[in-house]
């Protein structure tokens, strides 16, 4: 279990909480999720995240960043805080504002 703030994840059982709210993940999304959590505080970086997802065979499109509007929408529908935050030029962090 990784937990940060009131977001928690659960691998055995693919699930994650935040607060009282259980939050449905694609698959994609649960392992951007679980890379983002476990380098928190520190940023992860778009190569990082497609190699944690596509190994050396990722895509040529904006598919990373369709995942990651995702699931900032689905952390977001929970109340809480903004966990999920974009470093521009470098990539992506989670923790609390």
Known sequence: ???????????????????DHTIKLTPASFTILEVLMRASPNVVSR??????????????SNTLKAHIYYLRKSLEQAPGVKLLHTIAGKG?????E
């Open 1 to 19: 279990m990784i937990k940060i703030d009131d977001l928690e994840l659960d691998n055995s059982a693919h699930k994650v909480v935040r607060g």
């Open 47 to 60: 190569e990082d995240l497609e190699s944690a997802l596509w190994g050396d065979d990722a895509p040529n």
């Open 92 to 96: 992506w962090v989670l923790k609390p």
